[in-house]
C-alpha cells in the first residue's frame, strides 16, 4: 500500500498571501496524483488531477506540481473561500486507492 | 451530476446494513463508482470500487469479505452491503464518481453528500 504524508497539518495564512501545501508518497505514483479541498460539512471537491492539471471550473490561483514522490499544491494568493482542509490522493498502484491525512489551512 | 447516498444508521457490532447512492445527471452505466469514507481520525479512506457492468470490483483490505459492492444500472443506483460490522467501520460513506477518461482516471469528480454510519453497542 502508497501511504501517503501531507504536511504540515495545519497551515495559517492570511487572505491575500501564497500558501504552500505538500504530500508526499511512500514510493513513485509518476504523475498520477489528485488534490481536492473539502469545506466543512461538504464533500471534497476535485482540485487537480495529474499533478498538475485543474479540474474543471477551477481557478488559477491554484497549482499543482512534483512527480514521482514529491507534490506540492499552492494556492496563490489566498481567499476567504479558500479556508478549507485539502488532501492529496494516489491512483498509480491500487488496490487500494490513498488519500494523505489532510492539511487544515486557517486563517492567521 | 447529483449523488445521494441513504441507509446509514446506528447499528450493533456485528451487525449488518445495506447503503445504497442514486445516481442522477449523468449516465449512470458509462461510469464506474467508489465508496469512501471518511471518519475524524482516520480522514479519507477508500472502501470499494465496481466497474461499468458490475463485473469488476475491489476491496480495500480491512472490508473484504464482509462488505459487497453492486450496481443496479437500470436503477441509477449503486450499493454497499456491509456485514459483520466493526466499531471501526464507524464512518460517513460517500459515494464517488470517477473520472471518464477513457483510460486510468482512477480519481473522482463527484461526490455524494455522505451517509453516517455507527457501529456501537
Known amino acids: 500500500e502508497i501511504v501517503m504524508t501531507q504536511s504540515p497539518a495545519t497551515l495559517s495564512v492570511s487572505p491575500g498571501q501564497r500558501a504552500t501545501l505538500s504530500c508526499r508518497a511512500s514510493?513513485?505514483?509518476?504523475?498520477?496524483l489528485a488534490w481536492y479541498q473539502q469545506k466543512p460539512g461538504q464533500a471534497p471537491r476535485l482540485l487537480i488531477y495529474?499533478?498538475?492539471t485543474r479540474a474543471t471550473g477551477i481557478p488559477a490561483r491554484f497549482s499543482g506540481s512534483g512527480s514521482g514522490t514529491e507534490f506540492t499544491l499552492t494556492i496563490s494568493s489566498l481567499e476567504s473561500e479558500d479556508f478549507a482542509v485539502y488532501y492529496c490522493?494516489?491512483?498509480?498502484?491500487?488496490?487500494?486507492?490513498?488519500f494523505g491525512g489532510g492539511t487544515k489551512v486557517e486563517i492567521k | 451530476v447529483q449523488l445521494v447516498e441513504s441507509g446509514g444508521v446506528v447499528v450493533q457490532p456485528g451487525g449488518s446494513l445495506r447503503l445504497s447512492c442514486a445516481a442522477s445527471?449523468?449516465?449512470?452505466?458509462?461510469?464506474?463508482m467508489h465508496w469512501v469514507r471518511q471518519t475524524p481520525g482516520k480522514g479519507l479512506e477508500w472502501v470499494s470500487f465496481?466497474?461499468?457492468?458490475?463485473?469488476?470490483?475491489y476491496y480495500t483490505d480491512s472490508v473484504k469479505g464482509r462488505f459487497t459492492i453492486s450496481r443496479d444500472n437500470s436503477k441509477n443506483s449503486l450499493f454497499l452491503q456491509m456485514s459483520s460490522l466493526r466499531t471501526d467501520d464507524t464512518a460517513l460513506y460517500y459515494c464517488?464518481?470517477?473520472?471518464?477518461?477513457?483510460?486510468?482516471?482512477?480519481?473522482?469528480?463527484?461526490w455524494g453528500q455522505g451517509t453516517p454510519v455507527t457501529v456501537s453497542s
Open positions: 490522493q494516489q491512483y498509480n498502484k491500487w488496490p487500494p486507492l490513498t
Open positions: 445527471g449523468f449516465t449512470f452505466r458509462r461510469y464506474t
Open positions: 514510493q513513485s505514483v509518476s504523475s498520477k
Open positions: 464517488a464518481k470517477e473520472v471518464d477518461c477513457g483510460g486510468d482516471c482512477f480519481f473522482f469528480d463527484s
Open positions: 495529474g499533478a498538475s
Open positions: 465496481i466497474n461499468r457492468d458490475g463485473g469488476t470490483t
